[in-house]
């Protein structure tokens, strides 16, 4: 079985500064999906980014990009320039490689974005 | 386009009554997804459809749950006699079948509070 940790119940940032979570993740698998959702107090689930593990080049979307180390099993999410309605909770997620499998997902990190 | 639509938005009834979840996910998408989210246990998938069809549904904590998906466009999940500890808020999600590591898009959630 998966299992995806993040040790970072919560984080806080100024704005127009960076920010990284931190997600690890276990597992035997050898190809599989990653991805960050965000889930703002509105309680949306909202993807972030998305990162296939058989590719070595890093996912970015505009601000936020993530640092994929496959060997270290770690998928960490830098966050750039940030902004108020950045202010969420972080959740890191794992995908086995198989058509329309479920998420596992991490405990969570609660970001604050301060003025 | 229409995003993953559940409802009620919110849900308060009283120990032992029947509840009712409704889901009608994105036009096109053949899988479905229902999550639940606790403070206790974080997110955790209850069952998944693909093609209308369940798939595993080993997250489906006993058997007064149980869903069904009668077409493409709507799915149930219901909980008969409802605890206390069913409260949570429960997702919808719904992802294309066709490619693997097909990101998941959530609807809004019920928060589902059990008197």
């Known amino acids: 079985a998966q299992t995806v940790t993040q040790s970072q119940p919560e984080m806080s940032v100024q704005e127009a500064e960076t920010v990284t979570l931190s997600c690890t993740y276990d597992?035997?698998?050898?190809?599989?999906?990653l991805f960050w959702y965000k889930q703002p107090p509105s309680r949306q689930m909202i993807l972030v980014i998305r990162q296939e593990a058989y590719k070595q080049q890093n996912a970015t979307e505009n601000r936020f990009s993530v640092n994929f180390q496959k060997a270290a099993k770690s998928f960490s999410l830098k966050i750039s320039d940030s902004q108020l309605g950045d202010t969420a909770m972080y959740f890191c997620a794992f995908m086995k490689q198989a058509t329309a499998s479920k998420l596992t997902f991490g405990t969570g990190t609660r970001l604050q974005v301060t003025l | 386009d229409a995003g993953v639509i559940q409802s009620p938005r919110h849900e308060v009834t009283e120990m032992g009554q029947e509840v009712t979840l409704r889901c009608k996910p994105i036009?096109?998408?053949?899988?479905l997804f229902w999550y639940r989210q606790t403070m206790m246990r974080g997110l955790e998938l209850l069952i998944y459809?693909?093609?209308?069809?369940?798939?595993?549904d080993s997250g489906m904590p006993e058997d007064r749950f149980s869903a069904k998906m009668p077409n493409a466009s709507f799915s149930t999940l219901k909980i008969q006699p409802s605890e206390p500890r069913d409260s949570a808020v429960y997702f919808c999600?719904?992802?294309?079948?066709?490619?693997?590591?097909?990101?998941?898009?959530f609807g809004d959630g019920t928060r589902l509070s059990i008197l």
């Open positions: 459809f693909n093609n209308n069809v369940p798939i595993d």
């Open positions: 597992t035997s698998e050898n190809n599989y999906y």
């Open positions: 036009s096109g998408h053949n899988s």
């Open positions: 999600a719904s992802s294309l079948w066709a490619g693997e590591g097909q990101p998941q898009h």
